[in-house]
């Protein structure tokens, strides 16, 4: 396997690691999401990294690192803005002072290096995989 297929598969796992037991902290607090929301977090946050591994392991690696840079840019976006900018209840200073707060607000916090080293690793390898214009 080469270093960048290694990279590319860990930050998904722990994206999804931490991402899970984020969702885990919304239930145990009871912070629902909209219904277009829950299709984002569905689309754009689990299947699509998932999708992106997947390619990194075949020929389609340029594919690869487009889905998981903007996948991961995408869910930086949203994290950053309904966790920490619009009032909402999902934001991190609108949650119950309930168990489960602090694993919330951690792994809120979490996603955004995650996701934002996530997606410079996407550019980054999608500009080494890039052909070279003729």
């Known amino acids: 396997m ?3 297929v290694a990279v590319a598969t860990l ?3 722990v994206h999804h690691l931490v991402a899970f037991v984020h969702g885990a902290a919304h239930q145990q607090l009871d912070v629902g999401l909209d219904p277009w929301q829950q299709v984002f977090v569905w689309v754009v946050i689990i ?3 998932i999708v992106s591994l997947i390619l990194y392991w075949t020929p389609f690696k340029q594919a690869a690192a487009v889905t998981l ?3 991961m840019l995408a ?3 949203f994290g950053v803005y309904f966790h ?3 009032s909402t209840p999902d934001h991190v200073s609108h949650l119950p002072d309930a168990e489960g707060r602090g694993l919330f607000v951690a792994t809120a916090v979490l996603l955004v290096p995650i996701e ?4 410079a690793f996407g550019l980054w390898s999608w500009l080494k995989l890039r052909k070279p214009a003729v």
């Open 69 to 71: 840079s903007s996948s």
């Open 84 to 86: 920490f900018v619009a």
């Open 11 to 13: 930050f998904v796992i």
């Open 116 to 119: 934002g080293l996530a997606a």
């Open 47 to 49: 299947i699509l990294p």
């Open 75 to 77: 869910g930086l976006l």
């Open 2 to 4: 080469n270093r960048m």
